[in-house]
């Protein structure tokens, strides 16, 4: 993953109706939820919604399945967990000592 992926879902996912949205869908697990649904439990109004929602699949961290006439959204869960490896994979990794000479 890169790090300009990373940036992305973190950035999608630092607007509070996002992270709302994210984490709704995230405890309706594999089987989503429709976009109707999500207005209604969120109390979003539909252009806003569809805009947030755009923002979450572009980000990669949301898919979209059409089912009949419903849209049906899902988590991806395996998105979420390979940023999570990718930003836990630095840690205690070390960091380069640098001179110091302009001090």
């Known amino acids: 993953m890169t790090d300009a992926e990373i940036a992305s879902a973190l950035a999608a996912l630092g607007h509070e109706a ?25 109390g979003l109004a539909p252009s806003t919604l569809a ?11 949301v898919e979209q399945e059409k089912q009949g006439r ?12 390979g940023i999570f490896r990718a930003v836990e994979a630095e840690c ?3 960091v380069e000592t640098l001179d110091d000479d302009a001090a």
């Open 18 to 42: 996002r992270l709302k949205l994210f984490r709704l869908l995230m405890r309706a697990g594999p089987e989503g939820l429709s976009v109707g649904e999500i207005g209604r439990h969120l």
């Open 51 to 61: 805009h947030h929602l755009g923002a979450l699949v572009a980000a990669g961290l």
């Open 70 to 81: 419903a849209v049906i959204s899902r988590a991806d869960f395996a998105a979420l967990r």
């Open 92 to 94: 205690c990794a070390g």
